[in-house]
């Protein structure tokens, strides 16, 4: 393995030999020599796109032999069956075109069996085939013809005494037994060849025996599919294809390589920022997606996060037979479709990985999931955020033992409460594909961060860079001098505390930069600004108009998800050279720069964390660009003694969260333990929290009160709420029926109450010839804190309304007299609840979007950034799908459930209708759509079938890459929805288990 990580990715194979054949592979090689054995011989490109579309039973069908019979290729050679299967198994291959027939085709077991085997053998005669071969080919024409009889269509009729997943899949099972025992008696049968072919074949038998005997008690952890880290080659070649990685780095071979993994221990991984932790988790994903046919839960924070990666994924799901599911924002069914064909990763935020675990839990489905894996698993320690994470995984580790979970970081500091809590082994290395030299500026002088220097700071050099006196007004800290030694040539990242200190820091570094600037890729940056004017409808930011041309930007929260799209492709691509930011920007978001600035050492007010300084100086060094990377961190003289603690001081621990704001978390977990019949006493939940990270840390974090004391205070609680019923002693505590909406509507409990009393007051009068009420009804109430009220605006905006409109306004608590008052600056003295003031101010904002769909015009009218008002829209979404949960399980408020549906659907989109397909594919947005349909692509089927060079070449400045992308996430999407509905028949079309007979008939 040389130093580069050139080293060929090390193949685990029993053996090489074999494998060059590109034969059939197994599933059953045993655990320990896979482990050890390391063949060089990559396979060739045989291995089989056709045999991983199989599912496990078909993949099983095809694996034995090679591991069976080593190297006694006698029986195999010349003309033989598997070089017959290979040829064929090429030949579907060639022909498998991306077509939706065939995807389809392959979603049945049944027709898997028929486009392989029966494809493979043809229909031509078998007598040129030796006698043992042709016997095989009776029986393949024996299975094929009682699977046709039975499967004419793709959703047979299948006989529920068989089981539904094992009776579709027997007789492959079967079949492969069969040809196991065809090739014995092939071995063992008297034929007129020599002594020594007849003694060859006496001992392949013996050993077919030993091997078989063998199978049967070896059951393998990860059955091997291929020799990239038991993957096909396949997916190796899609690595580089789709992402342009040619080797592993040494890490991430070591890493899978782990016993731990071997064996889908728990695992928890730590490396540096860009040290290339998601490959390994997605390899990983993949082992279980395409080896042990379980599907995946992928927990990533933020949606645009999880957008990204339903993008990079959809090209290898719809290669490799996957489905990639999105749970983020008002995306994603509870419980997910069962598909019994196929397998799905789930990319999930936080919150919709919680819910998703519930409701496999709910419906016992929770083995299925083989994997979880969590992206920034220091987000534990991150507020209500962190409890959920927590409770999601201590469900998981609570209900099977058989999923495996890994959880990867930049940043942790008590790992070992962590492996505690997780039971967990874990994996630390401090590889960074370039090195990072890190800085602090004190005055003109630049230090070098060294630890090992008694004073954290050993000196570097000065500044080198003439100022004038206005220059030093305006940039008293240095930033044009230390951007402006990197900058056009190399990138630059400036964090700054504040969204408006970006805007300003920006504009006034353009407003010392040369004239050349303006000269570098200029027709580029004019394309930025047209498409930034395209995704505002003719506005563009006028900080980012006056910036673009000199090659800079800003970045923050502030902006429109669209519009940061648009400036982060441009800084990737170059176009953009620097880019001012806060710092969201540095968590997840892999846009690296040579150079990394920390305008000071805070968040607005609050002093920066060991973790944010690390994740936003981790953005240092573009790996296969830069040799280095390096951070210079702006410090003030009297920042400088908590600066050193700053960079030199251990992370920061990672602490349960379950107990935040008064047992918040704690209470929800046990509503919905409780909810689920997870727990049904105080004694079963105080069971169930030894599993959790609260537990592992009780004694720094439990000190006032026990936790069993704790858990019976929260209980009581819930009983006062009358969200849990039980007995006097915590016994057979049961869920309430609004206990069930709140947990199954992942409603806040402080507002559960609120919402229902909310919805009941809205069935007394609804007002439906508008939709304000209703989008009243559905504003997040953890919004209202986030949002000034302008009551100038907002008068103004009342006097809009309709007459119903202000009457069921003045009806839900905001009387037009009040916001009047208001408006004019007197005192009101009348005892109004100001949340609900706020909350329909809000409601406003949202009711001029849906309205007019222009995020710009609104918030301009509401002074309010479109990024606020793009988010509450979000939120609002989020939340009304949330809202819909809840009402499905109280029967009172069935009316609101077809309204809601819809009402989800406009807040999570707000376009015009016909744009809506298209934004449902990850990452397609407004301005992307509305050019796609004015294109011709109007639906998803349009997209689904998309030429991608034809589609670049259509749209302007769209790249290949992202043409492909989109195309993939379409098809991926489309194959997704039909399935799910081939599901739904199947389901209809399936004889119920308990359908009544002559026998089973009771007398009434
Ligand atoms: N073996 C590899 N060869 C080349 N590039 C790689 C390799 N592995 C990962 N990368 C690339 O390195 C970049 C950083 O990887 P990744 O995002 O996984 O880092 P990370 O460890 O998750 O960092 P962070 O903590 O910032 O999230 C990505 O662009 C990824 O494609
Ligand atoms: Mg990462």
């Known amino acids: 393995m040389n130093a580069a990580g050139e080293q060929d990715v ?229 690595m580089f294809k789709l992402r342009g990685i040619k080797d592993l780095y040494d890490w991430q071979k070591t890493c899978l390589n782990l016993d731990c993994v071997q064996h889908r221990r728990n695992l928890i991984y730590s490396l540096p920022t860009s040290g290339g932790k998601t490959l390994v988790a997605e390899i990983l994903i993949l082992r279980e997606l395409l080896c042990r046919r379980k599907d995946c839960l992928f927990i990533l924070p933020y949606i645009s996060l999880v957008q990204e990666k339903v993008r990079g994924l959809a090209s290898f799901g719809l290669e490799l037979d996957f489905m990639v599911e999105e749970y983020a924002g008002s995306k994603g069914r509870f419980p997910p479709v069962k598909r019994r064909n196929n397998r799905s990763v789930y990319i999930a935020t936080i919150e919709k990985a919680h819910s998703l675990v519930n409701s496999l839990i709910e419906t016992s489905r929770v083995d299925d999931l083989g994997l979880v894996v969590v992206d920034e698993l220091h987000m534990l320690g991150g507020g209500s955020r962190g409890a959920i994470i927590e409770m999601t995984l ?41 090195q990072l030299k890190e800085y602090v500026k004190l005055n003109d002088t630049i230090y070098e961060v060294d630890q090992t220097e008694e004073e954290c700071f050993k000196f570097s050099r000065l500044l080198n860079f003439k100022y004038s006196s206005s220059m030093k007004k305006m940039d008293p800290d240095h930033i044009i001098a230390l951007v402006t030694e990197v900058i056009p040539a190399h990138s630059c990242l400036v964090f700054c505390p504040t969204k408006k200190n970006c805007e300003n820091v920006v504009g006034m570094i353009c407003k010392y930069l040369k004239e050349e600037f303006l000269q570098l890729r200029k027709a580029e940056k004019v394309v930025l600004l047209r498409e930034l004017k395209a995704s505002g409808s003719g506005s563009v930011c006028p900080v980012l108009r006056r910036t673009v041309p000199y090659g800079l930007a800003y970045h923050h929260s502030g902006l429109t998800s ?79 003694d908590m600066a050193k603690t700053l960079v030199c001081a251990p992370m920061e621990n990672c602490v349960s969260n379950l107990l935040l704001d008064d047992g918040k978390g704690l209470l929800s977990l046990i509503l919905s333990l409780v909810g689920l019949n997870i727990s049904s006493s105080v004694d079963q939940v105080l069971d169930f929290l030894c599993g959790t990270l609260l537990f592992v840390q009780r004694e720094q974090l439990c ?210 209708a016909e744009l809506i397909p298209l934004m449902e594919v990850a990452g397609v947005m407004e301005s992307r759509a509305r050019q796609l349909y004015h294109a011709g692509y109007r639906t998803l089927t349009h997209l689904a079938n998309a030429d991608a060079d034809v589609l670049s070449n259509a749209i302007e400045h769209l790249l290949l890459r992202r043409a492909n992308q989109i195309v993939a996430s379409a098809r991926m999407l489309l194959n997704e929805k039909a399935a799910a509905l081939q599901e739904e028949v199947d389901e209809l079309l399936t004889k119920p288990s308990d359908q009544p007979t002559a026998e089973t008939r009771p007398l009434i």
């Open 562 to 640: 669209e519009e940061r799209k648009l400036v982060e492709e441009a800084y990737s691509n170059g176009v953009l050279c620097l880019l001012t930011c806060t710092s969201t920007l540095a968590a997840g978001i892999n846009l690296p720069a040579r150079r990394v600035i920390l305008r000071s050492p805070f968040v607005a007010a609050d002093f920066l964390k060991r973790s944010q300084y690390k994740q936003m100086v981790g953005r240092a060094g573009r790996a296969g660009i830069d040799s280095t990377g390096e951070s210079v961190l702006i410090l003030q003289d009297k920042d400088r």
């Open 10 to 238: 090390q193949i685990k194979r029993v053996s090489s030999r074999k494998r060059s054949r590109g034969s059939p592979k197994t599933h059953l090689t045993p655990a320990g020599e896979r482990g050890g054995a390391t063949g060089h011989r990559p396979r060739p490109n045989t291995c089989s796109l056709s045999s991983i579309m199989f599912d496990g039973a078909a993949a099983q069908y095809c694996s034995d032999s090679e591991d069976l019979f080593g190297d006694y290729d006698s029986l195999l050679e010349d003309g033989s069956l598997l070089a017959k299967l290979d040829e064929a198994e090429q030949k579907a291959r060639r022909s498998d075109q991306p077509d939706f027939t065939a995807l389809r085709r392959r979603q049945s077991p049944e027709d898997v069996l028929t486009d392989s085997i029966m494809d493979l053998l043809g229909d031509g005669p078998s007598e040129d085939l030796p006698a043992s071969q042709r016997q095989f080919k009776e029986l393949i024409d024996g299975t094929a013809e009682r699977l046709r009889d039975g499967g004419k269509t793709s959703t047979p009729v299948r006989d529920p005494e068989r089981g539904t997943e094992e009776g579709t899949r027997r007789p492959r099972r079967s079949v492969a037994d069969q040809m196991k025992r065809t090739m014995l008696c092939n071995a063992a049968a008297p034929s007129s060849v020599s002594r020594s072919a007849v003694l060859k074949e006496a001992v392949v038998s013996e050993e077919i025996g030993v091997a078989l005997r063998a199978m049967e008690t070896i059951i393998p952890e990860t059955p091997d599919l291929g020799p990239f880290f038991g993957l096909p080659t396949r997916v190796k070649e899609l």
């Open 703 to 912: 000190v006032e009160t026990s936790l069993a004391e704790a858990v019976r205070r929260c209980v009581g609680l819930l009983e006062s709420k009358d969200l849990i019923t039980g007995t006097a002693h915590g016994q057979s505590l049961q869920v309430t029926k609004l206990g069930r909406a709140t947990y199954k509507g992942s409603v806040d409990l402080t507002y559960s109450n609120i919402l229902y009393k909310d919805l009941s007051q809205g069935l007394e009068g609804l007002l439906l010839n508008s939709c304000l009420h209703l989008v009243y009804l559905v504003t997040p109430y953890n919004m209202i804190a986030q949002c000034k009220t302008d009551w100038m605006v907002y008068f103004r905006q009342f006097t809009l309304l309709s007459a119903a409109e202000q009457k069921m306004s003045a009806a839900v608590g905001v009387p037009e007299s009040f916001i009047a008052r208001k408006a004019a600056g007197q005192t009101v003295r009348k005892t109004v609840n100001m949340e609900v003031v706020s909350r329909m101010y809000l409601a406003l904002v949202l009711f001029s979007v849906l309205k007019e769909t222009s995020l710009w015009k609104v918030a301009e009218r509401f002074q309010l950034s479109r990024g606020f008002v793009q988010s509450l829209l979000s939120s609002a979404a989020a939340f009304c799908s949330c809202v819909l949960h809840f009402t499905e399980e109280l029967e009172e408020f069935w009316p609101f459930r077809a309204l809601l549906t819809e009402l989800t659907r406009r807040l999570s989109y707000c376009v015009t």
């Open 394 to 434: 201590a469900k998981v580790l609570h209900m099977t033992k058989s999923t495996q979970i890994i959880g990867m970081s930049a940043t942790l500091g008590n790992i070992k409460d962590l492996q505690a809590f997780l039971r967990a082994e874990n994996y630390t290395n401090d590889f960074r594909p370039v």
